[in-house]
C-alpha cells in the first residue's frame, strides 16, 4: 500500500479509523455511443468513519454517495462498475481486495447497510421473519430459537407492535414505513460495527424517525459501532451528524466538523445549499437557488489564501475564470483550508506545493472519553433552522 498517509488534525494519537475511504474512484460503461467515455460516478474520495461517530455525507442526488457506500460492501456489479483506483481500509484490511467468500462474512455482519428503497429490498415470498433470521444465522452462531429471539427484539426495537406475530407476515403486508423498519430492524440484528444508512428514514413520519435516530444513536455508544449517515435533510444532520461530507459530481467539496460547517459554510456550493432552505420567517417572494450563488465566479475566490491561489474546486466554472493549474495533474483537490477543515480546490501552484492530510475527524459530539475532540463539542448547541439561513450571509 505503499507509505503510511500524513495524520490529520484532529485523529486522536493512536486512534485508528474504522472505515477508511482513500482516493476511491469508481465508474461505469458509457453505452450511450460506440467509444463513449466511461461515466465516473466517484472520482477521488476521502473520508473516514470512526467508532461511535456518525458521518453524514450530504449531496444532491447523483453525486456519488451511495456509489461510496456501496463500494465498502463490494455491492458494485463490475461490470458494468469498476473500481479504478483507491483504497477502503476496513478494520485495516482493504475491502476491495477481499475475496467474495470474505465478503460473505463481513457484509451484514460486520458491516451493515439500510438501502434507500425499502419497497425492492425484501423478497415478497419469504416472511419477514425468514428474512431476518436467514441473516442471524449466517453471522451468529446460535440456535434457531435464539434467531426468532433476537429477531423479535430487533423489530421490537424499531417499534414494530405485535412483532413476534409480525414474524410470520409477507412484505406487501406491511406498508412502506413499515418496510423501512424492517430494514432497519434487519440491519442491526448482527450487531454490526459499521453500519451504512441510505437515507435511512425517508419513508418515515416525523415521530418514528425521531424515535429510530435516537436508537441509533444508543446503539453507537453500547455496540462501539460507527455510521455513515447518507442523506438530504440537513435538520438530520444538525441534530444527529458528528461530522460532515459534502459531495459534489463524485467528489468532496467540504468536511468539517458538524458545528463548524453550520456556523461557517466555505465552499460556495455548501454555502447555496443552505441559502436555498425556506425559513418560517422568511418573507421572500421566491428562494434563493443553488445556481444563483455557483454561477457567480467571485464566490470561489472567498477562501482564506485566495491571494495565493487557493480558490475552490467546481466543475462548471468558466474557463477563463479559473486559476492556473498544474499541467499533468488533476484539476481537483481536497485541501486543508485550517486545521479541521478541507475544501476542494483547483490544483493551483499554491496547493501543489503545499498537500494536504486525507480528512480523518474523531470528533464526536457527546460521547465520554472520545478523545480531546469530544471534550470541544461537548455542550455546544445543536445548530438550529435560524443558524442554518444565517450562516451563508455570515461568510459573504
Same mark, same amino acid.
Given at each position: ?25 469508481v465508474s461505469f460503461d458509457n453505452t450511450s455511443a460506440p467509444g463513449a467515455p466511461r461515466v465516473q460516478a466517484v472520482a477521488g474520495v476521502n ?122 407476515a409477507y412484505p406487501h403486508q406491511f406498508s412502506g414505513g413499515m418496510r423501512q423498519r424492517v430494514m432497519i430492524a434487519m440491519a442491526l440484528a448482527?450487531?454490526? /460495527? ?6 435511512? $428514514?425517508?419513508?418515515?413520519? %416525523?415521530?418514528?424517525? *425521531? #424515535?429510530?435516530?435516537? !436508537? ?64 418560517? /420567517? ?6 434563493? $437557488?443553488?445556481?444563483?450563488? %455557483?454561477?457567480?465566479? *467571485? #464566490?470561489?475566490?472567498? !477562501? ?77 448547541? %445543536? ?14
Amino acid at each position: 500500500m505503499g507509505a503510511e498517509p500524513t495524520r490529520a488534525h484532529g485523529s486522536a494519537a493512536g486512534e485508528r479509523p474504522l472505515l477508511d475511504v482513500a482516493d476511491l474512484a469508481v465508474s461505469f460503461d458509457n453505452t450511450s455511443a460506440p467509444g463513449a467515455p466511461r461515466v465516473q460516478a466517484v472520482a477521488g474520495v476521502n473520508m473516514s468513519v470512526f467508532t461511535r461517530q456518525t458521518l453524514a455525507v450530504v449531496g444532491e442526488s447523483g453525486c456519488g454517495k451511495s456509489v461510496t457506500a456501496m463500494s465498502a460492501m463490494q455491492l458494485i456489479p463490475c461490470p458494468p462498475g469498476r473500481y479504478d483506483r483507491g483504497t477502503i481500509l476496513f478494520e485495516g484490511r482493504d475491502i476491495l481486495s477481499r475475496s467474495e467468500r470474505e465478503m460473505l462474512d463481513i457484509r451484514g455482519g460486520k458491516i451493515a447497510m439500510i438501502f434507500q428503497e425499502p419497497m425492492t429490498s425484501l423478497n415478497p415470498v419469504y416472511t419477514i421473519g425468514d428474512q431476518i433470521m436467514e441473516a442471524v444465522l449466517l453471522h451468529q452462531k446460535v440456535t434457531p430459537r435464539e434467531a426468532f429471539d433476537i429477531s423479535v427484539k430487533s423489530l421490537e426495537d424499531v417499534g414494530i407492535p405485535k412483532a413476534r406475530e409480525r414474524m410470520e407476515a409477507y412484505p406487501h403486508q406491511f406498508s412502506g414505513g413499515m418496510r423501512q423498519r424492517v430494514m432497519i430492524a434487519m440491519a442491526l440484528a448482527c450487531r454490526p /460495527r459499521l453500519l451504512l444508512a441510505d437515507e435511512p $428514514t425517508t419513508a418515515l413520519d %416525523v415521530t418514528i424517525q *425521531a #424515535q429510530i435516530l435516537e !436508537l441509533l444513536k444508543q446503539l453507537q455508544e453500547t455496540r462501539d459501532m460507527g455510521m455513515m449517515l447518507i442523506t438530504h435533510n440537513l435538520g438530520v444532520v444538525a441534530e444527529n451528524a458528528d461530522v460532515v461530507c459534502v459531495m459534489y459530481a463524485g467528489r468532496v467539496v467540504e468536511y468539517a466538523r458538524v458545528f463548524e460547517l453550520f456556523d461557517r459554510p466555505l465552499h460556495p456550493y455548501t454555502r447555496a445549499l443552505f441559502a436555498s432552505i425556506p425559513g418560517v /420567517r422568511d418573507s421572500k417572494h421566491r428562494l434563493t $437557488t443553488v445556481d444563483e450563488v %455557483v454561477n457567480d465566479p *467571485a #464566490q470561489f475566490r472567498k !477562501l482564506p489564501g485566495a491571494d495565493r491561489g487557493v480558490v475552490a474546486w467546481w466543475p462548471f466554472m468558466p474557463a477563463d475564470a479559473r486559476p492556473a493549474l498544474m499541467p499533468g495533474r488533476d484539476e481537483y483537490a481536497l485541501h486543508q483550508i485550517e486545521p479541521g477543515r478541507w475544501v476542494g480546490c483547483w490544483r493551483t501552484e499554491e496547493i501543489e506545493g503545499n498537500p494536504s492530510p486525507r480528512p480523518e475527524l474523531t470528533f464526536r459530539r457527546s460521547s465520554a472519553g472520545a478523545g480531546s475532540d469530544a471534550a470541544s463539542g461537548a455542550g455546544a448547541a %445543536v445548530p438550529s433552522a435560524g443558524a442554518m439561513r444565517r450562516s451563508p450571509a455570515g461568510t459573504q
